[in-house]
C-alpha cells in the first residue's frame, strides 16, 4: 500500500518562505520509487477546486508549474530519501490553501489534473498572513 506523508505546513506571513516535504512508502514488491514517477503538489482553498501547483517528470525531473507560482515555488526530489519537496518563497495571502502531493501520473497526462494520479496524501495546511 503506497502512503504519501506530506509535512512542513504552518502559519506565514506574506513574504516569507516555507519548505513542504512529501515522503513515499510502501507500494509493490519493488515499491514507489520517486524517481521513477511523475509527481506533483496540489493545493485546494476553501470554497475552491483543487488546483495543480507544480509538477515533476519521473523521466528527465523536468519541471512545471502554475502561472500563480512561478518564479516563487521550486519543486524538487531527493531520491535517496524518496521525497518530494515545494520550496515556497515570497508566500502571498492566496497561496493559503490545504497542499497535497500525488503520484504516479502517466508520462504525457495532464499534470493539473488531480485524477491522473495513482496515489494522493492526505494534506498539510498553509494559512499566509498579510
Known amino acids: 500500500h503506497v502512503q504519501l506523508v506530506e509535512s512542513g505546513g504552518g502559519s506565514m506571513q506574506a513574504g516569507e518562505s516555507l519548505k513542504l516535504s512529501c515522503a513515499a512508502s510502501g507500494g509493490t514488491t519493488s515499491g514507489l520509487t520517486i524517481r521513477e514517477v511523475c509527481m506533483g503538489w496540489f493545493r485546494q482553498a476553501p470554497g475552491k477546486e483543487r488546483e495543480g501547483v507544480a509538477t515533476?517528470?519521473?523521466?528527465?525531473?523536468?519541471?512545471y508549474y502554475a502561472d500563480s507560482v512561478k518564479g516563487r515555488f521550486t519543486i524538487s526530489r531527493d531520491n535517496a530519501k524518496n521525497t518530494l519537496y515545494l520550496q515556497m518563497n515570497g508566500l502571498k495571502a492566496e497561496d493559503t490553501a490545504m497542499y497535497y502531493c500525488?503520484?504516479?501520473?502517466?508520462?504525457?497526462?495532464?499534470?493539473?489534473?488531480?485524477?491522473?494520479?495513482?496515489?494522493r496524501g492526505q494534506g498539510t495546511q498553509v494559512t499566509v498572513s498579510s
Open positions: 515533476i517528470a519521473g523521466s528527465d525531473g523536468s519541471t
Open positions: 500525488a503520484a504516479g501520473r502517466p508520462r504525457g497526462r495532464d499534470w493539473r489534473l488531480p485524477h491522473e494520479y495513482r496515489y
